[in-house]
């Protein structure tokens, strides 16, 4: 039952993409997995980066809610910083998730944890308490990181 | 098993035996009962004298068990009293009482200052009169499922957020199925905070999960009360209710009985732990849980070698000791390289150094703390295993108590002095496990060597009444040694009130005395703290 509200919501976002991303889907698979590509805006120490992230539906959407992953790294308090590239998006929580949230408005909040992270609900501790006490060395890392891993197009993997 | 037994058994049974009994020594033991008797079985009938009785002993404290009827005429009767003071319906009561988390008189004051806004926060506004139902409506987009059919079939709350009815039910299934909730159902819309109210969600609700969502609701009923707790025995469907406040739980301990003989505390998620508080129990059991002692028997009994730091237990032998793993060679006495020593072979006469003499006493130290912790957890773990044989014990007590009816040609009547017996063991045997861990918390004062007195009373008592009950059928048909067991099981019921009082009054007291009755952080056990590290 939910092909029809995939379908209009990812015609929706791909043809008006919010600002900063572009939206694909891999070749031959479902509508289920989406690949973004995300460019934060100026503001953000982020930026010029580009940062893949596979949103992932469950086949229960839109009653439980996307699954979302970095597939680049970065130094932020509320990404784990591993190969997984787990989110920490109060958004996506299956107690706030309500079947009515747009994957656009899960954009939405991707792009201003970018700019603004939380510190107080972190999944990395140790980078939190860093963005907290010490900003200007969290923010050098954070550019290091960027400018190892995310100045190249991002690479999806094939499956 | 134990349901039926422990309601039926306790010591009431004895009160009906003890007049058939002749002798002397049968009035002293009704005297025994007349103290302790509400005691052991607090749940056999809460009538007026009883309670007063409670309020007077210090160590126990006044509780209802409500059967699963009895919540759901609760709820019934304050439904009914706000749908007559507020003259609405009985759905409309419920909602609003669910909402205030069945605090009627908060209830009735809000509603009365602001009734608009009252009825509005529950989601019940003023033009709700009509039924909430299902609708068509031409041009509609359902905003889940994107479905736009002809005549699809709709709802929406006061808060007009509309969904096709399908989706409004695959929501209500994953709340109640999967996340097991009921009366705080949020409406699918995102960001709308509007509660569903039980009629929406019974015209909603397909009727195989109608079961199970009025259950939920009437569970919510015992969750939202502070004072209401369930029972927490397997399969029991009952509920406690204790007015305890969660302040007082370091001076009153607050045991609570429910009618399927399950005895727990009312304060914290054990069972029974009378004499100990609440917060000793967390700290008594994260103790023993903890590998810290582990830590601590290895520093008592081992040392690292000095070289790889391997842990090496010394067993026996002479003071030079060649590391197996670095083959390093050392004194054990004083942890010096072993060709230093010269001449002096398996005499260390550096041994009197101040260094040497400082991590002597440290070592000792150490021992002393883990001999004094060993001694009350062995006890406690004594007393714990008993506890764990009970169900054997009971279930022997039935065999015993059939084969004496049978050898002896006694009435079941007269044999239940046996049961009443083991339930006094039992219970004896609970309250003994915490008085251990209680003691080692024990500050060093004459309240404490009054403590250990009535400790000591007690397991005396209990152990010659165990030995007694244990013995062969044959002698326990004399009538003798039954008398002698009926009159050990009101002794011991009798030690226990009288230990559990003394505690509970010194307690209560806890706060104000000048010498402290219990010692969390004990000087001793602070140094072997210390030494974990």
């Known amino acids: ?159 | 098993m134990d349901s039926e037994e422990e309601y039926m058994s306790p010591m009431s049974s004895g009160d009906e035996i003890m007049p058939d009994d002749s002798g002397d020594e049968v009035s002293g033991a009704e005297d025994f009962d007349e103290d302790d008797f509400d005691e052991p079985d607090p749940d056999f009938g809460l009538s007026a004298k009883d309670m007063d009785k409670k309020k007077v002993a210090a160590h126990t404290v006044s509780f209802k068990v409500y059967e699963p009827s009895d919540i759901r005429r609760q709820q019934e009767e304050m439904m009914s009293d706000v749908n007559m003071i507020l003259d609405m319906s009985k759905e409309d009561a419920a909602i609003l009482l669910r909402h205030f988390r069945w605090n009627k008189e908060r209830l009735l004051e809000d509603y009365m200052d602001h009734p608009e806004k009252v009825l509005e926060a529950a989601g019940l506004s003023s033009n709700s009169a009509s039924q909430p139902k299902l609708q068509a409506v031409p041009g509609f987009v359902c905003d889940i499922c994107c479905e736009d059919e002809e005549g699809l079939q709709t709802f929406a709350m006061k808060c007009g957020h509309r969904y096709c009815v399908d989706c409004y039910r695959h929501y209500l299934t994953q709340k109640i199925q999967d996340e097991g909730e009921s009366a705080r159902i949020q409406c699918p819309s995102d960001g709308c905070g509007r509660i569903l109210d039980a009629r929406s969600l019974d015209l909603l609700v397909t009727p195989e999960l109608t079961d199970r969502y009025h259950e939920l609701l009437n569970r919510t009923y015992v969750e939202d009360k502070d004072t209401f707790k369930w029972c927490p025995a397997p399969d029991c469907p009952n509920a406690i209710e204790c007015g305890v406040k969660k302040k007082d739980l370091d001076r009153i301990v607050p045991t609570v009985e429910c009618l399927c003989g399950y005895r727990f505390c009312f304060g914290c998620p054990n069972p029974d732990h009378q004499p100990a508080p609440c917060d000793l129990v967390k700290r008594w059991l994260k103790k023993c849980a903890d590998d810290s002692e582990t830590a601590n028997w290895i520093s008592a009994h081992t040392k690292e070698c000095p070289k790889c730091s391997s842990t090496i237990e010394k067993n026996g032998g002479c003071n030079h000791m060649t590391c197996r793993k670095c083959k390093y060679e050392f004194c054990w006495m004083c942890m010096g390289l072993w060709s230093e020593h010269g001449t002096s072979w398996y005499n260390c006469n550096r041994y009197e150094e101040k260094s040497g003499a400082e991590a002597r006493d440290a070592q000792t130290k150490s021992r002393t703390s883990l001999e004094r912790y060993l001694h009350y957890y062995n006890r406690y773990a004594n007393h714990e295993q008993s506890a764990k044989l009970d169900k054997d014990i009971a279930q022997k007590t039935e065999k015993k108590m059939v084969q004496l009816q049978t050898t002896s040609g006694m009435s079941w009547i007269e044999v239940q002095y046996l049961n009443s017996a083991s339930q006094a063991l039992q219970t004896c045997r609970q309250t003994l496990k915490w008085t251990y861990a209680f003691a080692f918390y024990l500050a060093k004062n004459n309240l404490t060597s009054i403590f250990e007195d009535n400790q000591k009373d007690l397991e005396m008592a209990v152990e010659n009444l165990s030995e007694m009950f244990e013995k062969p059928i044959q002698e326990l048909a004399d009538p003798k040694l039954k008398v002698d067991i009926m009159d050990k099981t009101s002794y011991c019921n009798k030690r226990r009130v009288i230990l559990l009082e003394d505690t509970a009054e010194n307690l209560a007291k806890g706060k104000t005395a000048t010498r402290p009755f219990l010692v969390y952080d004990f000087p001793l056990t602070k140094t072997y703290r210390q030494m974990d590290v």
Not at chain 1, 23 to 44: D, Q, Y
Not at chain 1, 56 to 83: A, G, M, Q, W
Request: glycine residues 4%; aromatic residues 8%; contains cysteine.
């Open chain 1, 1 to 159: 039952m939910s092909t029809k509200r995939i379908s209009k919501e990812f015609a929706e976002v791909s043809q008006n993409p919010p600002e900063g991303f572009t939206i694909t889907l891999p070749p031959s698979a479902s509508l289920h997995t989406w690949h973004i590509v995300l460019t934060p805006p100026p503001s953000s120490p982020f930026h010029p980066g580009r940062f893949g992230i596979i949103l992932t539906l469950p086949t229960d959407y839109p009653f439980k809610p996307p699954v979302v992953k970095f597939i680049t790294r970065l130094y932020h308090p509320n990404v784990t910083n591993d190969s997984l590239g787990n989110v920490c998006l109060g958004i996506l929580k299956p107690e706030n998730w309500k079947p009515s949230t747009k994957i656009a408005a899960v954009l939405e909040a991707l792009r201003n944890l970018m700019i603004e992270p939380q510190p107080d609900d972190p999944l990395e501790e140790r980078i939190a308490d860093e963005y907290r006490n010490d900003r200007p060395a969290w923010e050098a890392k954070a550019r290091e990181l960027v400018n190892r891993f995310a100045l190249e197009e991002p690479v999806f993997p094939a499956s």
